[in-house]
C-alpha cells in the first residue's frame, strides 16, 4: 500500500476524533500549493468542514479513518513523513469509531497507549497539565516525536499559526448566548440549578452574528462585558464580535497588561461586567484574578454582577489564574454553574470549552491554514536529528549575509520544536 516511490516526504492528513471538531490545520487550497513538496494521504472524513473530494481534487489520496496507526509500515517505510492534525490523539484503550472510504459504515478499532510516527498537532502536555506524563510517556514509548502547533515560534517567540481570533471571537459569542439564556432561565424557572444552552456550529461568521443579535435584542438592557488580554490575537477576536453583535463602545470594557500588572485577585472582575471572557496566555504561575475566597466575600455583600465567565484560555493546569473553575465544559453542555442564585446574587455560570474556534470551522481552519503552510513548506528541508545540542545549535543559527536567511526563518521555527521535544523527553525521564 506503499503510496508512491517518489522522494517526496509524505504526510498524511489525520481526522479529529474530538467530538463537535469539524476544523483542520490545512485546507484543501494549501494543501494544493504544497504537492510540489509532498505526498499528501488525506483520512476520510464527514465531518470535516472540507469534504474528501475538495483535498482529492487538490491532489491527495484518500484513505480510511485509523490509517494514521499504521503509517509507517503501509505508506512511509523510509520515514520522512509526518501526521498532520489538530486536536489530541483519542486516550489509550479508547475505541475509535473509524469511517471508511466511500462507505456509510464505521469500524471501531482499539487505540493503543504508545504513540508511533511523528506528530504535528496540538498535545496539551508541555505546560505541565494533568495528565502530561501521561502523554509523553506515550511518544517514549513509540520512540515518536511531537511536533507541538503551540510552540511552533518565530526567532522573537511570536506564534507561526493560531486560532486565537476566531477562539475570542466564539468565546464572546458563547457568553452572550449563555447570559440571554441565563438571564430567560431567571425569568420563567428562577429554581432551575443549570442553564439548557446547546451550541452549534455555523458556516460562516456572519450567521453566528446574526443568530446573537436577534438573541441580545431579546433583553430588557444590554450586558457589560470585559475582555483579558483584550490587545492580543484572541482578545482581539472578543472585541470584535462584541462590536459586530451591536454593543456600544461604553458595555466593552478592554483590559490588558496595564490594568493587570499588579496583579490579582481583582475585584473589579466580580463587579463590573455581566460577562467576563478570559483570553489571557499563561506560561507561568501568576496570582489568580479570581479566587474563591473573593468570590466568597463579594457575595456575601450581595454586590455580584458578574453572571457569566468564558475562560478561552482553559488553562487547567497549576497555572490556572481561575480557580474557581477547574472542568472543561464541551458544546453539548456548554455551561456549568459554579454559585447558584441567592436574594440579591445573580447565578454564575462558566464555561470553558477548549476548542472554541471549531463552532467557526470554515474561516478559522483557512485562517490557520494560511499563517501555517509557508512553514510547513520548509518542514521537508529540516534536518531530521534527534539530537539535543545540535537541534539547539541549528535553532540559533542566523547569518545577515546568507541570501537564504529569510527562508531559513521557517527551518529554525521547527528546530526549536524538535529540540522543546527533546527536552520534555528529559523532563520526563527526570520525574519519574
Known sequence: ????????????????????????????????????????????????????????????????????????????????????????????????????????????????????????????????????????????????????????????????????????????????????????????????????LQLDWYRNNADLVNLVKKQLATLKEQPVVLVLGALGRCGGGAVQFAREAGLPEEKVIQWDLEETKVGGPFLELLLKPHI?????????????????????????????????????????????????????????DPLRRLVQPLEGVPPLDCCAIDHLPAMIPRQSSEDFSQDLYETLARLGDADTTRELDQLEKLAKETDENDPEMDEKKHLRVWYRAKALFQKKLRELEESQ
Open 276 to 332: 467576563l471572557v478570559n483570553c489571557i496566555y499563561v506560561n507561568g504561575k501568576i496570582p489568580p484574578f479570581i479566587d474563591q475566597e473573593l468570590l466568597s466575600q463579594v457575595d456575601s455583600r450581595k454586590e455580584r454582577r458578574l453572571s457569566v465567565f468564558v475562560d478561552v484560555s482553559c488553562e487547567m493546569s497549576q497555572n490556572n489564574p481561575f480557580p474557581i473553575n477547574n472542568k472543561i465544559t464541551t458544546f453539548p
Open 1 to 196: 500500500m506503499t503510496l508512491s516511490t517518489s522522494t517526496k516526504p509524505l504526510i498524511l492528513l489525520r481526522a479529529e476524533y474530538k467530538p463537535n471538531e469539524h476544523r483542520t490545520p490545512l485546507t484543501p487550497s494549501h494543501l494544493s500549493s504544497l504537492t510540489h513538496k509532498y505526498n499528501f494521504i488525506v483520512e476520510t472524513s464527514q465531518e470535516r468542514i472540507f469534504s474528501d473530494k475538495e483535498y482529492e481534487n487538490a491532489g491527495a489520496k484518500i484513505v480510511n479513518q485509523g490509517e494514521w496507526l499504521h503509517f509507517c509500515e503501509r505508506y512511509d517505510k523510509d520515514g520522512t513523513g509526518y501526521v498532520l492534525g489538530l486536536k489530541e490523539l483519542p486516550e489509550p484503550k479508547e475505541v475509535m469509531q473509524c469511517e471508511i472510504k466511500d462507505e456509510s459504515k464505521k469500524i471501531p478499532i482499539e487505540t493503543p497507549f504508545a504513540v508511533r510516527h511523528r506528530h504535528i498537532m496540538f498535545a496539551h502536555c508541555y505546560k505541565y497539565q494533568n495528565d502530561w506524563k501521561s502523554t509523553m510517556q506515550r511518544f517514549k514509548e513509540g520512540n515518536a516525536e511531537l511536533l507541538d502547533l503551540e510552540f511552533l515560534q518565530w526567532d522573537n517567540g511570536r506564534r507561526v499559526a493560531a486560532f486565537g481570533r476566531a477562539a475570542g471571537f466564539a468565546g464572546m459569542a458563547v457568553g452572550m448566548l449563555g447570559y440571554v439564556a441565563q438571564q430567560q432561565q431567571l425569568e420563567k424557572n428562577p429554581q432551575a440549578q443549570n442553564v439548557n
